[in-house]
């Protein structure tokens, strides 16, 4: 691990990356005999999606920060993967042996599913993988269309021993979840109904994901293995991407027997566009897994680029940083929090002695830490909640739009107020992110929004604003908890203990050729409190740089690992 050092090349710090080229979905990302593997698509001839059949790269860890590349897990080097091999995911086998599952495009260019096994499970490094002559293991279904079936989840086991794998398809132009059981990995079963099926015509969902979490009471985190049996304390997580680039997912009851899940909020509908969103930001093909080293549920999700630069810079695509994951005590939600190995990286800290005030158009800096990589909690209070506007009905429904209309420096009643990353010492660049308070039906809503619309002043930078409602009391609590990850040209928020996520891609000119700046802000007519603020410099991590040496190590704790 490494000191402050600029990354270079618009790189970032901590988050994952390879040396170069393209990389999209996370694949595969398992814990086994006491390193983390992470695997993902990747294109090893160049830095567009479209120039090359796509591999899985394949790097390992010791402690879920810092990485060592590794040869390609998989190559496109058979006719049943010929022009591709495409996501899925990884299942420990028992007697630890790991197998994969994944999406090949056949010689044909038809979408199938193929297994590999490790070669030699004892390999603490898993180096070596083989297809087996039978691929295709699951072939491509008549009444599949569209040439849309792909993306196998992790294997889970019924009670029954069979094996459980769900599959999207696009069946009769409908977007569904198929279910297929087998007793040998090799040789596998269609349900006769799918797990899920969109009541409408959504014909294409992607990267789904089915998992199951601990109903327990507030302040439980621990994950469940994903073989876990529903029953007493027990829901599952089912969760889809759509082709707007949002992961949607729904908590609900999964039965075993007849392979059907059914929601716990059947007023949200069958279609995922309407379920929750896993964040609000730019995040998209997520992945989740569970550690066993540390009985917790872990995700993995993709953030590309949205400057259109990464031919110029040779690579494109990060991961967001690795986040614990779990139910809250309503029972609806997920939790979403990074993983406490980023402490390890905290280096200077800053933070305050006592509350302080910041007054209507007022901003304070964050000063004596190197803010472009950087990790900064705040709890805003908020004394007087009189001044809140009222909300217009046609924004219920379109936080994002209301973001938009109301930014950072659209002063309000009772905000905005939050956080000023990345900027410029003049502002002229700058990501903000904020809370704002309103009136609605007499009681208060509370939005969050990422305003990107200064972030840069580089031509052809996408530069939206996102945005959500939290459910807080804020009449009841008075405050407002935020926990933001500066890196570079990522920015990850966490609102409400990380009960609601924003994510977002940024592109400071200012940031490649000098200091950047942090403030503490409010816009809006009455002072806000900041009762508490912690903010960390955060040093560089060892990403795919090329030595094994810093990054695998065998530590039964992570605190152990360097």
């Known amino acids: 691990m490494n000191g402050i050092e600029h990354p270079g090349n618009g790189r970032t710090a901590y988050h994952f990356q390879p040396a170069k080229h393209w990389q999209n979905d996370p694949n595969g990302p398992m814990y086994h005999n006491g390193l983390y593997h992470f695997f993902y698509q990747y294109n090893p001839h160049g830095p ?87 691929n295709p293991v699951i072939p491509y279904p008549a009444d ?73 009471a507030q302040g439980a985190t621990e994950g469940l293995e994903t073989s876990a049996p529903s029953g007493a304390g027990v829901r599952h997580v089912l969760k889809l991407t759509d082709f707007a680039k949002e992961d949607h997912y729904m908590v609900g009851f999964y039965d075993d027997v007849a392979d059907t899940f059914v929601p716990a909020e059947p007023e949200r509908g069958d279609d995922p566009d309407n379920w929750r969103r896993l964040d609000h930001g730019h995040l998209y093909a997520s992945k989740s897994f569970y550690d ?39 029972g609806k939600r997920l939790v979403q929090w990074p993983v406490e190995e980023i402490e390890t990286l905290r280096r200077k800290r800053v933070g305050l002695r006592w509350a302080t005030d910041v007054e209507a158009g007022g901003r304070k800096e964050i000063a004596g830490i190197v803010s472009s990589q950087a990790d900064v909690e705040v709890v805003f209070e908020i004394p007087n909640l009189e ?128 200091s950047t700046h942090l403030y503490v802000f409010n816009n809006g007519t009455g002072a806000v409190k900041v009762s508490k603020l912690e903010a960390w410099e955060l040093a560089t991590a060892a990403v795919n740089g090329g030595s094994l040496a810093p990054v695998v190590v065998k530590a039964s704790d992570p605190k152990e690992a360097l």
């Open 387 to 514: 001044e809140a506007e009222t909300l217009d009905p046609e924004w219920v429904l379109d936080p994002k739009g209301l973001c938009a209309a109301k930014g950072a420096s659209v002063h309000g009643g009772v905000g905005p107020f939050g956080l000023l990353v990345l900027a410029s010492g003049d502002l002229e660049e700058h990501t903000a992110v904020f809370f704002r308070v309103f009136k609605h039906d007499g009681k208060y809503k509370v939005l969050m929004c990422t305003d990107l619309t200064k972030s840069s002043t580089k031509a052809g930078a996408h530069k939206p604003s996102y945005g959500a409602f939290l459910d807080v009391d804020v009449e009841k609590d008075k405050f407002i908890s935020l926990r933001t990850l500066i890196d570079h040209t990522v920015v990850e928020s966490f609102g409400d203990g990380g009960r609601t996520c924003m994510t977002a891609r940024v592109y400071p000119e200012h940031a490649a050729m000098g």
């Open 48 to 134: 567009t999606w479209d120039t090359g059949k796509l591999s899985w790269g394949h790097s390992v860890s010791g402690d879920l920060v810092n990485w060592a590349a590794l040869d390609n897990a998989l190559d496109p080097t058979a006719p049943f993967d010929a022009n591709g091999c495409w996501s899925g995911s990884a299942t420990i086998l028992p007697g630890g042996r790991p197998a994969i599952l994944y999406t090949g495009i056949d010689a044909d260019k038809v979408q199938v599913q193929n297994v590999a096994f490790a070669k030699d499970p004892s390999d603490p490094l898993l180096r070596e993988w083989e297809k087996p002559s039978c």
């Open 292 to 330: 066993a080293r540390n009985k917790r549920r872990i995700l993995w999700a993709w953030v590309d680029e949205t400057d259109g630069g990464g031919v110029a810079r040779g690579w494109a695509g990060i991961q967001a940083f690795p986040r614990a994951m779990w139910l809250d005590a309503d």
């Open 144 to 216: 599949v269309t569209g040439n849309n079936f792909r993306d196998p989840t992790e294997a889970w086991r019924g009670r029954d021993g069979l094996w459980r794998v769900g599959i999207v398809a696009e069946v009769n132009g409908v977007g569904s979840l198929l279910v297929y059981r087998s007793a040998d990995f090799l040789r596998w079963q269609r349900n006769a109904a799918p797990l899920h099926a969109s009541s409408r015509d959504v014909p294409v969902l992607e990267c789904p994901d089915l998992f199951p979490v601990a109903a327990a």
